[in-house]
């Protein structure tokens, strides 16, 4: 029942907000995504990251006219994250390093120091301008991940019996004029294990393709071609991509970002939804049969068996390894194929 990795656990991925804007930024995928609606999953559309944008410990944005981007105890302010537009550098002020959240509401910043429950106002991250702390009421103060506009200020709760939701509030002291939303699907898609709230949690298993049997009596040498499916049947994932408007660079053709989503999925730990599998080295080109000539000697009354690993969501399939497993063991392998994940 984990649901979303925090923002603790995913480096480069964040919320921010101005108005009726709101994005999520995937810097480890290299995109972002804009939204005017979460809960309703409007006007989605996904851009690429600027390379000098990429990499930041929080995102942020402010007001009408700028998004800030802090990384270490630096902040990069640009009007643009796609281009990288009228940006310049600047250091946090001493006072305003070491938050574990950092967001833009009411035309102020806010940062959230989650160990002593409390939240700090200022009007610049650079002199620590007019500082004010707070007490996070009981309420906001288990966000996975923060963000605000001029109206209110929003944090994505973790899952419980309803799902993924996101509470919204005008004041994080006294939580009041509170509500509490759904993410829809399509955004849910795109947050970091949100594919296994919506296609089910991964599963990697051993497939039995063939038996090979020599029932004589005398010792026989068998050649012939295997035929099994190798690479990724991307029709099962890329639907997730059918409501969002991909306005990306060259870099991601159709389909990448689905196949970068996915590849993030199976990484992640079995209590996000993930198989913890690292599966870089195999074959993410569209899913086709592919023969194998194999020769095997085969003793009398003998069998071998013939498998290959493959992973999925829910009850689909979706990548299937090329690596073939022979055994005389009727009973599928216990190990795992792929290299661990390094989350």
Same mark, same amino acid.
Request: aromatic residues 14%; neutral net charge; proline residues 2%.
């Given at each position: 029942?984990?649901?979303?990795?925090?923002?603790?656990?995913?480096?480069?991925?964040?919320?921010?907000?101005?108005?009726?804007?709101?994005?999520?930024?995937?810097?480890?995928?290299?995109?972002?995504?804009?939204? *005017?609606?979460?809960?309703?999953?409007?006007?989605?559309?996904? &851009?690429? !990251? #600027? /390379?000098? %944008? @990429?990499? =930041?410990?929080? $995102?942020?944005?402010?007001?009408?006219?700028?998004?800030?981007?802090?990384?270490?105890?630096?902040?990069?302010?640009?009007?643009?994250?796609?281009?990288?537009?009228?940006?310049?550098?600047?250091?946090?002020?001493?006072?305003?390093?070491?938050?574990?959240?950092?967001?833009?509401?009411?035309?102020?910043?806010?940062?959230?120091?989650?160990?002593?429950?409390?939240?700090?106002?200022? *009007?610049?991250?650079?002199?620590?301008?007019?500082?004010?702390? &707070?007490? !996070? #009421? /009981?309420? %906001? @103060?288990? =966000?996975?991940? $923060?963000?605000?506009?001029?109206?209110y200020t929003y944090f994505l709760k973790p899952k419980d019996q309803w799902g993924v939701q996101y509470h919204s509030t005008d004041n994080l002291n006294k939580d009041t004029n509170a509500n509490t939303y759904s993410i829809h699907p399509d955004v849910l898609n795109f947050l970091p294990g949100g594919l296994a709230e919506t296609q089910g949690p991964a599963f990697g298993k051993w497939e039995l393709i063939k038996t090979i049997a020599n029932d004589s009596g005398t010792p026989i040498n068998w050649e012939k071609k295997i035929t099994r499916k190798v690479g990724y049947t991307k029709s099962k994932t890329s639907s997730i991509e059918h409501n969002w408007k991909v306005a990306m660079s060259a870099t991601y053709s159709a389909g990448t970002l689905t196949e970068s989503i996915a590849k993030f999925q199976f990484s992640v730990s079995a209590e996000y939804g993930g198989q913890s599998v690292n599966t870089d080295n195999e074959s993410w080109e569209e899913a086709t049969e592919m023969a194998e000539s194999v020769s095997l000697a085969l003793q009398p009354h003998s069998k071998m068996y013939v498998w290959q690993y493959k992973l999925g969501f829910g009850k689909e399939d979706v990548l299937f390894c090329r690596d073939l497993r022979f055994d005389d063991d009727p009973n599928h392998p216990t190990d795992v194929p792929l290299p661990p994940a390094n989350k």
């Open positions: 029942m984990a649901g979303i990795l925090s923002k603790k656990q995913t480096k480069g991925v964040d919320f921010c907000g101005v108005n009726d804007n709101y994005y999520i930024v995937r810097s480890d995928l290299g995109c972002y995504m804009y939204s *005017t609606n979460f809960h309703r999953g409007h006007d989605l559309i996904v &851009y690429s !990251l #600027h /390379p000098s %944008c @990429q990499g =930041g410990d929080h $995102y942020l944005a402010h007001n009408d006219d700028a998004f800030y981007i802090i990384k270490g105890n630096s902040c990069r302010r640009v009007s643009n994250m796609n281009r990288d537009l009228d940006s310049s550098v600047f250091e946090l002020h001493p006072n305003c390093r070491g938050g574990d959240h950092y967001l833009s509401a009411y035309g102020n910043f806010y940062i959230i120091f989650k160990s002593r429950g409390v939240y700090r106002r200022i *009007t610049d991250l650079s002199t620590d301008g007019e500082a004010v702390e &707070y007490t !996070l #009421h /009981p309420n %906001c @103060q288990d =966000g996975l991940y $923060y963000w605000g506009t001029k109206s």
